[in-house]
Nanobody
Framework: VQLQASGGGLVQAGGSLRLSCAASGGSFRSYDMGWFRRAPGREREFVATINWSGGTTDYADSVKGRFTISRDNAKKTVYLQMNSLKPEDTGAYYC????????????????????WGQGTLVTVSS
């Protein structure tokens, strides 16, 4: 499966952005999806995950209550709604896909994901 992330940009602190990740070339319903980010000078870190059905989600503690991951299997797209953005949310955001199992709940581990998008840059100004 190929992934194309979009929706990044420059926003003031307290603002919102919605990232999208469009999939092609595979059966989207067969994949759990995740969002990761890399801040300047730091390693890539987990942000959010959603299982193949959309019934289970998980978030990094730093974004809980502010970010929402969702998916539209008919459109083969996963979204990350980001509200109350902070300067520390600045970074390149990557979507990723991993083949799911029947009882899969998504994954917080970067190594579990075999497919990655190219990243979209989010800059939050103070």
């Amino acid at each position: 499966v190929q992934l194309q992330a979009s929706g990044g940009g420059l926003v003031q602190a307290g603002g919102s952005l919605r990232l999208s990740c469009a999939a092609s070339g595979g059966s989207f319903r067969s994949y759990d999806m995740g969002w990761f980010r890399r801040a300047p000078g730091r390693e890539r870190e987990f942000v959010a995950t959603i299982n193949w059905s959309g019934g289970t989600t998980d978030y990094a503690d730093s974004v809980k209550g502010r970010f929402t991951i969702s998916r539209d299997n008919a459109k083969k797209t996963v979204y990350l709604q980001m509200n109350s953005l902070k300067p520390e949310d600045t970074g390149a955001y990557y979507c990723a896909a991993r083949k799911s199992a029947v009882y899969s709940r998504g994954s917080v581990y970067e190594a579990d994901y075999a497919h990655w998008g190219q990243g979209t840059l989010v800059t939050v100004s103070s």
